[in-house]
Protein backbone atom coordinates (compact mmCIF):
# COMPACT_ATOMS: atom_id res chain seq x y z
CA UNK A 1 0.00 0.00 0.00
CA UNK A 2 1.30 3.46 -0.96
CA UNK A 3 0.79 6.47 1.17
CA UNK A 4 0.92 10.56 0.98
CA UNK A 5 3.53 12.09 2.52
CA UNK A 6 3.97 15.80 3.31
CA UNK A 7 7.75 16.09 2.30
CA UNK A 8 8.53 20.14 4.82
CA UNK A 9 11.31 21.98 5.00
CA UNK A 10 13.80 20.73 7.46
CA UNK A 11 16.16 22.34 10.24
CA UNK A 12 18.04 25.08 7.62
CA UNK A 13 20.27 26.27 10.54
CA UNK A 14 19.99 29.60 11.29
CA UNK A 15 17.78 30.74 8.37
CA UNK A 16 14.44 31.77 9.54
CA UNK A 17 13.16 32.44 5.73
CA UNK A 18 14.66 31.54 2.53
CA UNK A 19 14.01 32.01 -1.32
CA UNK A 20 12.70 28.91 -3.38
CA UNK A 21 15.10 30.18 -5.87
CA UNK A 22 14.93 26.53 -7.93
CA UNK A 23 12.17 23.81 -7.91
CA UNK A 24 14.02 20.71 -9.27
CA UNK A 25 10.80 18.49 -9.58
CA UNK A 26 7.54 18.08 -10.72
CA UNK A 27 4.05 16.35 -10.00
CA UNK A 28 4.72 12.76 -11.46
CA UNK A 29 8.18 12.73 -11.14
CA UNK A 30 9.79 10.06 -9.57
CA UNK A 31 12.54 10.90 -6.90
CA UNK A 32 14.85 8.63 -4.89
CA UNK A 33 15.73 9.13 -1.46
CA UNK A 34 17.81 12.19 -0.78
CA UNK A 35 17.37 13.48 -4.40
CA UNK A 36 17.14 17.23 -4.11
CA UNK A 37 13.55 18.85 -4.46
CA UNK A 38 14.57 22.55 -4.16
CA UNK A 39 16.74 24.98 -3.94
CA UNK A 40 16.64 27.55 -1.46
CA UNK A 41 18.60 30.53 -1.41
CA UNK A 42 19.60 33.46 1.53
CA UNK A 43 21.70 36.27 1.08
CA UNK A 44 24.50 34.07 2.14
CA UNK A 45 24.04 31.01 1.01
CA UNK A 46 22.49 28.36 -1.42
CA UNK A 47 21.20 25.00 -0.26
CA UNK A 48 18.93 22.18 -1.95
CA UNK A 49 16.29 20.53 -0.17
CA UNK A 50 16.42 16.73 -0.34
CA UNK A 51 13.40 13.80 -0.50
CA UNK A 52 13.85 12.14 3.02
CA UNK A 53 12.31 9.01 1.23
CA UNK A 54 11.89 7.99 -2.31
CA UNK A 55 8.57 8.30 -4.06
CA UNK A 56 6.43 9.79 -6.88
CA UNK A 57 5.36 13.79 -6.30
CA UNK A 58 2.25 14.21 -6.44
CA UNK A 59 1.40 18.00 -5.81
CA UNK A 60 3.96 20.86 -5.53
CA UNK A 61 3.20 23.61 -2.71
CA UNK A 62 5.62 25.88 -3.09
CA UNK A 63 6.60 27.84 -6.29
CA UNK A 64 9.31 29.97 -7.94
CA UNK A 65 10.52 33.29 -5.31
CA UNK A 66 8.27 31.72 -2.36
CA UNK A 67 9.80 32.77 0.93
CA UNK A 68 9.79 29.41 2.99
CA UNK A 69 11.26 28.50 6.39
CA UNK A 70 11.42 25.03 8.66
CA UNK A 71 8.26 23.35 8.33
CA UNK A 72 7.16 24.93 5.52
CA UNK A 73 5.05 22.41 3.30
CA UNK A 74 7.15 21.53 -0.07
CA UNK A 75 5.37 18.96 -1.59
CA UNK A 76 2.91 15.74 -1.52
CA UNK A 77 5.33 12.46 -1.93
CA UNK A 78 3.65 9.21 -2.54
CA UNK A 79 5.84 6.48 -0.98
CA UNK A 80 5.20 2.67 -0.89
CA UNK A 81 5.07 1.06 2.02
CA UNK A 82 8.57 0.24 3.90
CA UNK A 83 9.31 3.51 1.93
CA UNK A 84 7.93 5.79 3.87
CA UNK A 85 10.80 8.13 5.15
CA UNK A 86 12.18 6.67 8.64
CA UNK A 87 13.43 10.01 9.54
CA UNK A 88 10.73 12.95 8.58
CA UNK A 89 11.15 16.26 9.60
CA UNK A 90 9.00 17.33 12.13
CA UNK A 91 5.69 17.92 11.49
CA UNK A 92 6.01 15.81 8.41
CA UNK A 93 3.49 13.20 8.23
CA UNK A 94 2.63 10.55 6.04
CA UNK A 95 -0.86 9.31 4.82
CA UNK A 96 -2.23 6.15 3.27
CA UNK A 97 -2.30 6.92 -0.43
CA UNK A 98 -6.05 6.24 -2.05
CA UNK A 99 -5.16 2.52 -3.43
CA UNK A 100 -6.50 0.82 -6.46
CA UNK A 101 -8.89 -0.96 -3.64
CA UNK A 102 -9.41 1.95 -1.89
CA UNK A 103 -11.73 4.88 -3.54
CA UNK A 104 -10.29 8.17 -3.38
CA UNK A 105 -13.37 9.56 -1.34
CA UNK A 106 -12.75 7.60 1.20
CA UNK A 107 -9.05 7.17 2.11
CA UNK A 108 -7.82 5.19 5.21
CA UNK A 109 -6.82 7.04 8.22
CA UNK A 110 -3.90 8.45 8.60
CA UNK A 111 -1.59 7.50 11.34
CA UNK A 112 -0.92 10.11 13.88
CA UNK A 113 2.38 11.70 12.70
CA UNK A 114 3.35 11.04 16.49
CA UNK A 115 3.53 7.55 16.08
CA UNK A 116 6.23 8.16 13.35
CA UNK A 117 10.11 8.23 14.56
CA UNK A 118 10.85 11.31 14.58
CA UNK A 119 14.54 12.38 13.94
CA UNK A 120 15.55 15.58 12.92
CA UNK A 121 17.46 15.36 10.32
CA UNK A 122 21.31 17.18 10.48
CA UNK A 123 21.15 20.98 8.80
CA UNK A 124 21.21 20.93 5.14
CA UNK A 125 24.69 20.90 3.95
CA UNK A 126 25.14 24.74 3.00
CA UNK A 127 26.91 25.81 0.14
CA UNK A 128 28.22 29.54 1.11
CA UNK A 129 28.25 31.70 -2.06
CA UNK A 130 27.75 35.19 -0.11
CA UNK A 131 31.85 35.93 0.80
CA UNK A 132 33.44 33.61 -1.85
CA UNK A 133 31.44 34.78 -4.70
CA UNK A 134 34.79 36.56 -6.45
CA UNK A 135 36.14 33.69 -6.98
CA UNK A 136 32.93 31.34 -7.37
CA UNK A 137 30.34 31.47 -10.34
CA UNK A 138 26.76 32.31 -8.75
CA UNK A 139 25.00 29.17 -9.40
CA UNK A 140 22.87 26.70 -7.20
CA UNK A 141 24.33 23.30 -5.64
CA UNK A 142 22.07 21.59 -8.20
CA UNK A 143 23.72 23.17 -11.20
CA UNK A 144 26.95 22.77 -9.62
CA UNK A 145 26.39 19.30 -9.90
CA UNK A 146 25.45 19.06 -13.29
CA UNK A 147 28.41 20.86 -14.54
CA UNK A 148 30.40 18.79 -12.57
CA UNK A 149 28.81 16.15 -14.09
CA UNK A 150 29.61 17.33 -17.53
CA UNK A 151 32.81 18.24 -16.91
CA UNK A 152 32.24 21.89 -17.45
CA UNK A 153 34.31 24.69 -16.02
CA UNK A 154 31.41 27.40 -14.40
CA UNK A 155 33.51 30.09 -14.41
CA UNK A 156 33.38 29.99 -18.21
CA UNK A 157 29.78 29.32 -18.44
CA UNK A 158 27.77 32.85 -18.97
CA UNK A 159 24.63 33.33 -16.07
CA UNK A 160 21.40 34.63 -17.52
CA UNK A 161 19.68 34.05 -14.26
CA UNK A 162 19.11 37.24 -11.74
CA UNK A 163 22.55 38.69 -10.33
CA UNK A 164 24.25 36.34 -13.69
CA UNK A 165 22.94 33.14 -11.64
CA UNK A 166 24.17 30.73 -14.01
CA UNK A 167 21.39 28.10 -14.64
CA UNK A 168 20.62 24.18 -15.87
CA UNK A 169 19.86 25.99 -19.10
CA UNK A 170 23.28 28.38 -19.25
CA UNK A 171 25.16 25.01 -18.58
CA UNK A 172 23.30 23.27 -21.73
CA UNK A 173 23.82 26.28 -23.84
CA UNK A 174 27.57 26.32 -23.35
CA UNK A 175 28.08 22.51 -23.30
CA UNK A 176 25.94 22.76 -26.73
CA UNK A 177 28.11 25.65 -28.22
CA UNK A 178 31.71 23.92 -27.68
CA UNK A 179 30.32 20.71 -29.15
CA UNK A 180 29.15 22.85 -32.45
CA UNK A 181 32.24 24.94 -32.21
CA UNK A 182 35.31 22.08 -31.83
CA UNK A 183 36.64 20.52 -35.02
CA UNK A 184 34.93 17.14 -35.21
CA UNK A 185 37.84 15.30 -35.90
CA UNK A 186 39.84 16.94 -32.99
CA UNK A 187 37.37 17.13 -30.73
CA UNK A 188 37.98 13.96 -28.97
CA UNK A 189 42.05 14.31 -28.50
CA UNK A 190 42.58 17.36 -26.83
CA UNK A 191 42.77 16.62 -23.36
CA UNK A 192 43.74 13.66 -23.00
CA UNK A 193 40.65 12.31 -21.79
CA UNK A 194 39.34 9.23 -25.06
CA UNK A 195 43.33 8.13 -24.53
CA UNK A 196 43.49 5.26 -22.49
CA UNK A 197 47.13 5.02 -21.81
CA UNK A 198 49.15 3.72 -19.46
CA UNK A 199 50.60 6.11 -16.99
CA UNK A 200 53.92 7.86 -17.85
CA UNK A 201 56.45 5.95 -16.73
CA UNK A 202 58.00 7.40 -12.80
CA UNK A 203 61.76 6.60 -13.11
CA UNK A 204 64.75 7.71 -10.70
CA UNK A 205 67.09 7.87 -13.57
CA UNK A 206 69.77 8.52 -10.94
CA UNK A 207 69.72 5.11 -9.79
CA UNK A 208 71.15 4.49 -13.21
CA UNK A 209 73.87 6.71 -12.97
CA UNK A 210 74.77 10.31 -12.83
CA UNK A 211 71.98 12.96 -13.80
CA UNK A 212 71.85 16.90 -13.74
CA UNK A 213 68.44 18.80 -14.20
CA UNK A 214 68.03 21.24 -16.64
CA UNK A 215 64.77 23.23 -16.84
CA UNK A 216 62.74 23.86 -20.56
CA UNK A 217 63.05 27.33 -21.63
CA UNK A 218 59.75 29.17 -21.53
CA UNK A 219 60.31 29.19 -25.94
CA UNK A 220 60.33 25.40 -25.83
CA UNK A 221 57.18 24.77 -22.44
CA UNK A 222 55.29 27.09 -24.96
CA UNK A 223 56.02 25.27 -28.63
CA UNK A 224 56.02 21.84 -26.79
CA UNK A 225 52.48 22.74 -25.86
CA UNK A 226 50.97 23.50 -28.99
CA UNK A 227 53.51 21.05 -31.21
CA UNK A 228 51.62 18.23 -28.75
CA UNK A 229 47.99 19.67 -29.42
CA UNK A 230 48.96 19.94 -32.85
CA UNK A 231 50.83 16.35 -33.28
CA UNK A 232 47.23 14.38 -31.98
CA UNK A 233 44.96 16.18 -33.04
CA UNK A 234 45.60 16.54 -36.97
CA UNK A 235 45.83 13.73 -38.92
CA UNK A 236 49.32 13.82 -40.11
CA UNK A 237 50.57 12.53 -43.36
CA UNK A 238 53.98 13.43 -44.79
CA UNK A 239 54.73 13.44 -48.94
CA UNK A 240 57.96 13.34 -49.87
CA UNK A 241 59.79 14.37 -53.08
CA UNK A 242 62.49 15.79 -54.43
CA UNK A 243 63.07 19.15 -57.23
CA UNK A 244 66.26 19.07 -59.50
CA UNK A 245 67.41 22.68 -58.49
CA UNK A 246 70.82 22.38 -60.49
CA UNK A 247 69.65 25.68 -62.83
CA UNK A 248 68.60 27.68 -59.55
CA UNK A 249 71.11 27.09 -57.30
CA UNK A 250 73.45 28.59 -60.37
CA UNK A 251 71.27 31.54 -60.31
CA UNK A 252 71.19 32.01 -57.07
CA UNK A 253 74.82 32.02 -56.69
CA UNK A 254 74.99 34.29 -59.67
CA UNK A 255 72.25 36.51 -58.17
CA UNK A 256 74.33 36.47 -54.54
CA UNK A 257 76.58 38.98 -54.80
CA UNK A 258 74.61 41.29 -54.78
CA UNK A 259 73.03 41.01 -51.85
CA UNK A 260 76.13 40.20 -49.87
CA UNK A 261 76.83 43.81 -50.52
CA UNK A 262 73.91 44.75 -48.75
CA UNK A 263 75.06 42.56 -45.75
CA UNK A 264 72.84 39.70 -46.12
CA UNK A 265 72.45 36.32 -47.98
CA UNK A 266 70.72 34.96 -50.70
CA UNK A 267 69.75 31.41 -49.73
CA UNK A 268 67.54 28.94 -51.24
CA UNK A 269 64.89 29.44 -48.43
CA UNK A 270 63.72 32.91 -50.33
CA UNK A 271 63.38 31.10 -53.43
CA UNK A 272 61.81 28.48 -52.02
CA UNK A 273 59.19 30.96 -50.16
CA UNK A 274 58.50 32.46 -54.04
CA UNK A 275 58.04 28.81 -55.33
CA UNK A 276 55.78 27.88 -52.51
CA UNK A 277 53.64 30.68 -53.30
CA UNK A 278 53.51 30.18 -56.86
CA UNK A 279 52.12 26.41 -55.71
CA UNK A 280 49.99 27.76 -53.44
CA UNK A 281 48.04 29.76 -55.67
CA UNK A 282 47.90 26.75 -58.13
CA UNK A 283 46.66 24.41 -54.84
CA UNK A 284 44.79 27.13 -52.68
CA UNK A 285 43.03 24.24 -50.14
CA UNK A 286 46.84 23.98 -48.85
CA UNK A 287 46.61 28.45 -48.17
CA UNK A 288 43.63 27.47 -45.71
CA UNK A 289 42.89 26.73 -42.40
CA UNK A 290 39.33 24.66 -41.15
CA UNK A 291 37.05 26.25 -39.50
CA UNK A 292 36.00 25.68 -36.01
CA UNK A 293 33.34 23.00 -35.72
CA UNK A 294 35.39 21.54 -39.18
CA UNK A 295 32.36 22.62 -41.61
CA UNK A 296 34.36 24.89 -44.20
CA UNK A 297 37.65 25.17 -45.07
CA UNK A 298 38.79 29.04 -44.48
CA UNK A 299 40.68 29.97 -47.98
CA UNK A 300 42.95 32.69 -47.64
CA UNK A 301 43.95 35.38 -50.28
CA UNK A 302 46.76 36.71 -48.77
CA UNK A 303 49.82 34.95 -48.31
CA UNK A 304 51.60 35.14 -45.09
CA UNK A 305 54.40 32.29 -44.96
CA UNK A 306 55.48 31.08 -41.57
CA UNK A 307 59.64 30.22 -41.34
CA UNK A 308 60.41 28.02 -38.35
CA UNK A 309 63.63 29.42 -36.90
CA UNK A 310 65.77 27.62 -34.64
CA UNK A 311 66.83 29.62 -31.79
CA UNK A 312 69.23 28.72 -28.87
CA UNK A 313 65.77 29.10 -26.32
CA UNK A 314 63.97 26.21 -28.48
CA UNK A 315 62.19 26.75 -31.89
CA UNK A 316 60.19 30.08 -33.21
CA UNK A 317 57.57 30.65 -36.24
CA UNK A 318 57.67 34.07 -36.99
CA UNK A 319 55.56 34.76 -40.49
CA UNK A 320 56.58 36.81 -43.45
CA UNK A 321 54.07 38.59 -44.40
CA UNK A 322 52.62 39.23 -48.00
CA UNK A 323 55.66 37.28 -49.12
CA UNK A 324 53.68 37.32 -52.73
CA UNK A 325 54.13 40.65 -53.02
CA UNK A 326 57.90 40.65 -52.18
CA UNK A 327 60.74 40.09 -54.03
CA UNK A 328 63.56 37.57 -53.48
CA UNK A 329 65.86 39.80 -52.40
CA UNK A 330 63.46 41.46 -49.74
CA UNK A 331 62.55 38.11 -48.42
CA UNK A 332 66.08 37.28 -47.82
CA UNK A 333 66.71 40.48 -46.18
CA UNK A 334 63.54 39.84 -44.33
CA UNK A 335 64.47 36.35 -43.56
CA UNK A 336 68.01 37.33 -42.20
CA UNK A 337 66.06 40.46 -40.21
CA UNK A 338 63.39 37.80 -38.57
CA UNK A 339 66.07 35.30 -37.87
CA UNK A 340 68.17 37.55 -35.76
CA UNK A 341 65.59 39.22 -33.98
CA UNK A 342 64.44 35.67 -32.73
CA UNK A 343 67.77 34.56 -31.90
CA UNK A 344 67.87 37.65 -29.98
CA UNK A 345 64.58 37.01 -28.27
CA UNK A 346 62.98 40.34 -29.31
CA UNK A 347 60.55 38.68 -31.41
CA UNK A 348 56.89 40.28 -30.37
CA UNK A 349 53.51 37.46 -30.57
CA UNK A 350 52.26 39.21 -33.33
CA UNK A 351 55.20 38.66 -35.55
CA UNK A 352 54.65 35.06 -34.79
CA UNK A 353 50.37 35.46 -35.61
CA UNK A 354 48.87 35.26 -38.88
CA UNK A 355 50.60 32.76 -40.92
CA UNK A 356 49.08 30.87 -43.91
CA UNK A 357 51.41 28.00 -44.49
CA UNK A 358 54.88 27.34 -43.44
CA UNK A 359 58.16 26.18 -44.24
CA UNK A 360 60.53 24.65 -42.31
CA UNK A 361 64.06 24.43 -43.48
CA UNK A 362 66.96 22.28 -41.92
CA UNK A 363 69.02 22.23 -45.23
CA UNK A 364 71.57 24.25 -43.77
CA UNK A 365 71.96 21.72 -40.91
CA UNK A 366 72.00 18.15 -42.89
CA UNK A 367 69.17 15.11 -42.96
CA UNK A 368 67.52 13.49 -45.91
CA UNK A 369 63.70 13.83 -44.70
CA UNK A 370 61.88 14.73 -41.88
CA UNK A 371 57.92 14.96 -40.83
CA UNK A 372 57.34 18.42 -39.82
CA UNK A 373 54.50 19.14 -37.26
CA UNK A 374 51.65 21.45 -38.97
CA UNK A 375 51.21 25.02 -37.04
CA UNK A 376 47.47 24.74 -36.61
CA UNK A 377 45.17 26.58 -37.62
CA UNK A 378 47.77 26.24 -41.00
CA UNK A 379 46.72 23.23 -42.55
CA UNK A 380 50.41 22.10 -43.93
CA UNK A 381 54.08 22.80 -43.65
CA UNK A 382 57.21 22.10 -45.61
CA UNK A 383 60.41 20.56 -44.90
CA UNK A 384 63.27 21.45 -46.85
CA UNK A 385 66.87 19.01 -46.01
CA UNK A 386 69.64 19.67 -47.71
CA UNK A 387 70.66 19.60 -50.95
CA UNK A 388 72.82 16.52 -52.55
CA UNK A 389 74.45 16.09 -55.61
CA UNK A 390 73.76 13.12 -57.13
CA UNK A 391 73.69 10.94 -60.34
CA UNK A 392 70.18 11.27 -62.20
CA UNK A 393 69.08 9.41 -65.07
CA UNK A 394 67.93 11.63 -67.93
CA UNK A 395 66.84 10.83 -71.19
CA UNK A 396 63.57 11.23 -73.27
CA UNK A 397 61.62 8.45 -74.25
CA UNK A 398 63.36 6.34 -77.05
CA UNK A 399 66.21 8.36 -76.48
CA UNK A 400 69.45 6.62 -74.76
CA UNK A 401 69.48 7.99 -71.58
CA UNK A 402 72.65 8.99 -69.27
CA UNK A 403 73.14 9.56 -65.70
CA UNK A 404 73.57 13.53 -65.27
CA UNK A 405 74.94 15.02 -61.71
CA UNK A 406 72.12 16.89 -60.46
CA UNK A 407 71.79 18.62 -57.11
CA UNK A 408 68.42 17.45 -55.42
CA UNK A 409 66.34 19.20 -52.46
CA UNK A 410 64.27 16.77 -50.58
CA UNK A 411 61.20 18.15 -49.79
CA UNK A 412 58.90 16.64 -46.85
CA UNK A 413 55.12 18.37 -46.63
CA UNK A 414 52.95 17.40 -43.95
CA UNK A 415 49.34 17.93 -44.48
CA UNK A 416 45.94 18.15 -42.85
CA UNK A 417 44.18 14.69 -44.23
CA UNK A 418 41.16 16.07 -43.26
CA UNK A 419 41.67 18.62 -45.63
CA UNK A 420 43.71 17.84 -48.30
CA UNK A 421 44.17 14.19 -50.25
CA UNK A 422 46.86 12.21 -50.68
CA UNK A 423 46.83 13.03 -54.30
CA UNK A 424 46.57 16.30 -54.03
CA UNK A 425 49.53 16.14 -51.87
CA UNK A 426 51.39 14.72 -54.77
CA UNK A 427 50.34 16.93 -56.83
CA UNK A 428 51.61 19.71 -54.99
CA UNK A 429 54.82 18.69 -54.58
CA UNK A 430 55.44 17.52 -57.94
CA UNK A 431 54.29 21.30 -58.99
CA UNK A 432 56.03 22.72 -56.65
CA UNK A 433 59.24 20.64 -57.59
CA UNK A 434 58.47 21.72 -61.12
CA UNK A 435 58.67 25.07 -59.88
CA UNK A 436 62.01 25.15 -58.22
CA UNK A 437 63.67 23.01 -61.43
CA UNK A 438 62.44 26.28 -63.77
CA UNK A 439 61.81 28.73 -61.27
CA UNK A 440 60.42 30.77 -64.39
CA UNK A 441 56.89 29.35 -64.00
CA UNK A 442 56.95 31.57 -60.66
CA UNK A 443 56.56 34.14 -63.06
CA UNK A 444 53.57 32.81 -64.76
N1 LIG B 1 70.63 22.49 -48.84
C1 LIG B 1 71.95 22.75 -48.72
N2 LIG B 1 72.42 23.85 -48.12
C2 LIG B 1 71.53 24.72 -47.62
C3 LIG B 1 70.17 24.50 -47.70
C4 LIG B 1 69.73 23.35 -48.36
N3 LIG B 1 68.43 23.05 -48.47
N4 LIG B 1 69.54 25.52 -47.11
C5 LIG B 1 70.47 26.34 -46.66
N5 LIG B 1 71.66 25.87 -46.96
C6 LIG B 1 72.94 26.48 -46.69
C7 LIG B 1 72.91 27.95 -46.97
O1 LIG B 1 73.12 28.22 -48.32
C8 LIG B 1 74.01 28.42 -46.07
O2 LIG B 1 75.22 28.12 -46.70
P1 LIG B 1 76.52 29.09 -46.61
O3 LIG B 1 76.79 29.22 -45.16
O4 LIG B 1 77.54 28.37 -47.38
O5 LIG B 1 76.09 30.36 -47.22
C9 LIG B 1 73.89 27.55 -44.86
O6 LIG B 1 73.18 26.39 -45.31
C10 LIG B 1 73.15 28.15 -43.70
O7 LIG B 1 71.92 28.70 -44.12
P2 LIG B 1 71.07 29.49 -43.06
O8 LIG B 1 70.50 28.54 -42.11
O9 LIG B 1 71.87 30.59 -42.51
O10 LIG B 1 69.95 30.16 -43.92
P3 LIG B 1 68.58 29.61 -44.44
O11 LIG B 1 67.95 30.74 -45.16
O12 LIG B 1 68.69 28.36 -45.16
O13 LIG B 1 67.73 29.32 -43.10
C11 LIG B 1 66.69 29.73 -41.05
C12 LIG B 1 67.37 30.34 -42.24
C13 LIG B 1 66.38 30.79 -40.05
C14 LIG B 1 65.42 29.03 -41.47
C15 LIG B 1 67.63 28.66 -40.45
O14 LIG B 1 68.78 29.29 -39.99
C16 LIG B 1 67.05 27.85 -39.35
O15 LIG B 1 66.90 28.28 -38.20
N6 LIG B 1 66.71 26.59 -39.66
C17 LIG B 1 66.22 25.65 -38.67
C18 LIG B 1 64.70 25.52 -38.72
C19 LIG B 1 64.25 24.44 -37.78
O16 LIG B 1 64.73 24.29 -36.67
N7 LIG B 1 63.31 23.62 -38.23
C20 LIG B 1 62.92 22.46 -37.50
C21 LIG B 1 61.56 22.61 -37.05
S1 LIG B 1 60.90 21.09 -36.59
O17 LIG B 1 59.62 21.02 -37.53
Given at each position: MSSITEIKVPDIGDFKEVDVIEI?????????????????????ATMEIPSPAAGLVKELKVKLGDKVGEGSMILLLETSEGESPAAQPAGSAAIPAPSAA???????????????????PAPVPL?????????????????RKF????????????????KGRITQEDVQAFVKRVMTQAPAPAAAAPGGAPFNLPEW???????????????????????????????????????????????????????????????????????????CITALRQYPEFNASLERGGENLVLKKYFHIGVAVD?????????????????????ARELAEVSKLARDRKLKPGDMQGGTFSIS?????????FTPIINAPEVAILGVSRSVMRPVWMGAKGEAGQFVPRLMLPLSLSYDHRV?????????????????????????
Open positions: LVKPGDSVAKEASLITVESDKTPAAAPAPAPAPATLPIHREPVGDVSAFKPHASPSVARELAVDLSKVQGSGPPQVDFGKFGPVELKPLSRIKKLSGANLHRNWISIPHVTQFDEADITDLEVFRRESGAASEKQGFKLTMLAFMIKATPDGLVVPVIRDADRKGVYDLSLGGIGGTAIDGASAARFTSYLASVLSDIRRSLL
